[in-house]
């Protein structure tokens, strides 16, 4: 999704929701006091993934501290400038931006200089050896660490330009992030498949491999058996988390209520932790040990992030991957709210989310790279860590 076409409103919510939210502690903003608040729920925050996590997570803090600018960017127009607001922060706040500039600035020199060693002692053990190297580089080439989620022209001070480069990067990270979890799982089910297959295949006793079989086709029956799986962001999904976990009468669900329940860093935006917490309830009806014993922590994540993703796909009208108050709001005046059409899980769906293609290079790349390899992969079922 390309932030050209995104307001300058939605660049200040992603900064303050998508940065605070996922790093900073949650501020409770609670409407009903007899209601306890409640953290988001084990979603893996796309933002650790980035290698400038530690730098994002510092000058958001910093420029949250800053209650003037806090105030500035969360009541924008969607006409307004971000990054003209910068100027309205303290001079103290100013100086600790462009400390933590310089130290980032410093640490992606460093990088490129290891990059550089690293290529210049190619080929010769006894350099390599020498050559002091950061884990960070050995997924890096130069591009990666000259990201453009600072200003490298400008290494002194931190401005204007910096703050936008590093909403832009972020934005565009957290969509590649979430793209390498969706391939990391389609590796998954290859892997899982392919191990099934040949098991079955050194089960030399016909009728023992029709038996075999038949317990994974029981097994796949078994798992679609459970209570049904509400729409994710239908009324009837939203009603009963209203009910289930903020202990409230479902007959009296109240979405401007329910929306600051559920802001539980109370920015005024639902992220993607806070999101993806809405679902935790509808989970445990498809991913527990009554109803699967081969249920794994990797098919339960990537099933609350499709969640999520149906939800954004409806109700995120501006693409930030966050839900306004208006957004919501006009969500549960659409008439698609009141829809509630059963949800299937991936696991559920008979259609793997691979091409046979895809399959048969897998397997040929694995078999050939693992010859010999008759133990469990890690990545089997009945590996839940």
């Not at 990067?169 to 793209?179: A, T």
């Not at 109803?291 to 922590?297: E, I, P, Q, R, S």
């Not at 006009?330 to 509630?340: E, G, L, S």
Request: charged share 35%; with cysteine.
């Amino acid at each position: 999704i390309a932030m050209m076409h995104c307001h300058r409103a939605a660049l200040a919510a992603i900064l303050f929701c998508c940065l605070t939210g996922c790093f900073a502690p949650p501020v409770v903003k609670k409407p009903a006091p007899t209601v306890v608040a409640k953290k988001p729920g084990p979603a893996d925050d796309l933002l650790s993934h980035l290698p400038y996590a530690n730098y994002v997570r510092e000058v958001s803090q910093i420029l949250e501290s800053n209650k003037e600018f806090a105030k500035r960017v969360q009541n924008l127009s969607e006409a307004g400038d971000l990054a003209s607001q910068l100027e309205f922060v303290d001079h103290s706040v100013r100086t600790r931006l462009d400390e933590i500039k310089r130290k980032e600035v410093d640490r992606l020199n460093a990088l490129e200089k290891m990059l550089e060693a690293k290529k210049a002692a190619a080929g010769n053990p006894m350099r390599e050896a020498e050559v002091p190297i950061h884990p960070d580089v050995f997924n890096m080439d130069q591009e990666t660490i000259k990201k453009a989620h600072l200003d490298h022209e400008n290494p002194h001070s931190f401005e204007s330009s910096d703050l936008e480069k590093l909403i832009r990067q972020v934005v565009s990270d957290m969509h590649r992030v979430d793209e390498a979890k969706q391939e990391q799982y389609k590796q998954y089910e290859m892997m899982k498949e392919h191990l099934r297959l040949r098991k079955l295949h050194k089960i030399n006793d016909t009728k023992a491999r029709e038996v075999a079989e038949k317990e994974y086709q029981e097994e796949k029956k078994k798992h679609k058996q459970h209570e049904k799986i509400h729409h994710p962001g239908s009324s009837e999904q939203l009603r009963d988390a209203w009910a289930d976990e903020d202990h409230m009468d479902k007959d009296s669900f109240n979405p401007k209520t329910f929306f600051l329940l559920h802001d539980v860093n109370g920015d005024g935006h639902l992220d993607v932790n806070e999101i993806e917490a809405l679902f935790l309830k509808e989970l445990e009806k498809a991913y527990n040990r009554t109803n699967d014993t081969t249920v794994n922590a990797l098919e339960k994540q990537h099933e609350m992030e499709r969640m999520r993703q149906e939800v954004l796909d409806k109700v995120d009208t501006n693409k930030d991957m966050m839900i306004s108050w208006d957004e919501f709001e006009r969500w549960t005046k659409n008439p698609d709210f009141k829809k509630d059409d059963d949800w299937k899980t991936s696991e559920e769906d008979d259609a793997p989310p691979y091409k046979d293609d895809e399959f048969k290079q897998f397997e040929d790349d694995y078999d050939r790279e693992h010859p010999d390899d008759d133990e469990d992969h890690p990545m089997s079922p009945g590996h839940d860590d």
